[in-house]
């Protein structure tokens, strides 16, 4: 233990006669503990952002659309006048589903209704559904302020409305919302709920659901059906369209994740029985797209990870490099030691001693420098917008997540001192080879 201090005693005071190149021998190191660190960081950051989203679709959750058949479209494109198409979902497939999920956690329709949506003088295009009040569980829905849909709702068919948060910013800019009233089409309804913001509307959720989630209005799904009938009639550049849809979407939400596969593939058998090759019926099943997106993050992070390993093994060359160099600058140094009873053990130990603490001295300052830029990343990349001369350049939106993990920095810091001591081996052992009389008679 004496020796081993002794050691290093002579090691650091060695390292501390030359200071620049010290850090200068150091620096590929530090700059290597920074990348893989950051480099985590900024890939952990990305694949817990997108998880995140589409957990908020509901990990457990089949999505089952109607969607326009192929036919439907090409006529719609060759043909600039009135027609009526029938597609999708019924109300005897819910039912089927129904009894056929009798232990799901929840099975949820959405009808699709409505052309426009006014209040005063503004409008916008309508995205109305009738729901019930489970889908706010089921799609992990938030109110900011008011309640959301009720079955006293639903019982009494009222004529009321939850609405998304870029509604009540595009209808509402200077009013309240809460209690004021919109008019479908030609139907008035009260709004008794303002949805919080949904982060995934522009992310890969609103390309799952196919739509974004803030510009949503849901009511009661017995008003939708008493009120406003099952025709949805779009008039679009000088062609007039009407739809007739039953039910627009079914979410079933499985007991727990372990299931949803097996609920996907029995909802898609007992679909394609009353719909042939699923023509006008979609699935969609977010759990897939998690296992899909933990797949694609993992080899992702592990390229980054080689990549800024890269700057560990030119850090280590770059140690190597230099203690060759000190080896032949201490060639008399190492001469004397051998002639007062050193022995080649002892020369080893020394050189190995000096690449040990230069790495771990080196690995800790990269480790402060990678968190430091992990948390600088993170605080200023949204900022850049606001930014003068490049803040027009910038998406006001533009994120960078950051999140530092323990195993990064351990990792990181271990690989760096091994690479000093791999990488100084060789001068090393190539020091303790010098022949004492040869050495004592270098200049």
Do not use: C
């Not at 099975?107 to 503004?122: A, D, Y």
């Not at 739809?243 to 596969?261: D, F, G």
């Not at 000096?354 to 605080?379: D, P, Q």
């Amino acid at each position: 233990m004496t020796f081993l201090l002794e050691m290093m005693r002579l090691g650091v005071s060695n390292l501390r006669l030359h200071k620049l190149r010290s850090f200068l021998t150091a620096l590929g190191i530090i700059l290597g503990v920074a990348a893989v660190i950051t480099m985590v960081s900024v890939g952990e950051g990305s694949k817990r952002q997108a998880l995140e989203q589409l957990e908020r679709l509901g990990a457990k959750n089949i999505i089952i659309r109607s969607q326009k058949p192929a036919e439907a479209q090409q006529q719609q494109g060759g043909q600039r006048r009135s027609w009526m198409s029938r597609y999708g979902i019924t109300r005897d497939d819910l039912h089927l589903l129904e009894s056929n999920f009798k232990d799901a956690d929840a099975i949820v329709p959405l009808k699709e209704f409505g052309n426009q949506v006014f209040h005063n003088n503004r409008k916008m295009q309508s995205q109305a559904y009738g729901t019930t009040p489970e889908f706010q569980r089921v799609a992990n829905l938030r109110v900011a302020r008011g309640r959301y849909l009720t079955q006293e709702d639903i019982d009494q068919r009222s004529m009321v409305a939850v609405i998304g948060y870029q509604v009540a910013k595009q209808l509402f800019p200077f009013d309240e919302p809460l209690d004021n009233t919109l008019r479908i089409d030609d139907k008035l309804v009260r709004v008794v709920g303002v949805l919080a913001p949904v982060g995934l509307a522009a992310g890969a959720g609103a390309a799952l659901i196919g739509r974004d989630l803030n510009l949503d209005i849901h009511i009661p799904v017995t008003t939708t059906s008493l009120v406003f009938g099952d025709q949805v009639f779009r008039r679009q550049s000088g062609s007039f369209q009407a739809s007739e849809v039953q039910i627009s979407e079914v979410y079933i939400s499985a007991p727990a994740r372990k299931q949803v596969l097996d609920y996907a593939a029995l909802a898609e058998r007992i679909m394609a029985v009353r719909h042939p090759d699923l023509k006008d019926i979609g699935m969609h099943v977010p759990y897939q797209l998690l296992e899909s997106a933990q797949k694609s993050a993992l080899a992702a992070q592990t390229a980054l990870v080689f990549i800024a390993a890269i700057s560990l093994l030119v850090g280590g060359v770059g140690i190597m490099n230099i203690m060759l160099a000190s080896v032949t600058e201490r060639t008399r140094e190492i001469g004397i030691r051998r002639a007062l009873g050193a022995t080649r053990r002892h020369v080893v130990w020394q050189f190995l001693v000096e690449t040990g603490v230069l790495s771990s001295i080196g690995g800790l300052m990269g480790v402060l420098f990678g968190v430091g830029a992990s948390l600088f990343l993170k605080w200023v990349v949204p900022r850049l917008a606001g930014a003068p001369f490049i803040g027009d350049l910038i998406p006001p939106d533009l994120s960078l997540p950051t999140f530092i993990t323990g195993w990064s920095i351990v990792v990181a810091f271990a690989v760096a001192t091994l690479t000093g001591l791999v990488f100084g081996l060789y001068p090393a052992i190539r020091a303790a080879k010098q022949d004492p009389i040869v050495a004592l008679r270098h200049d």
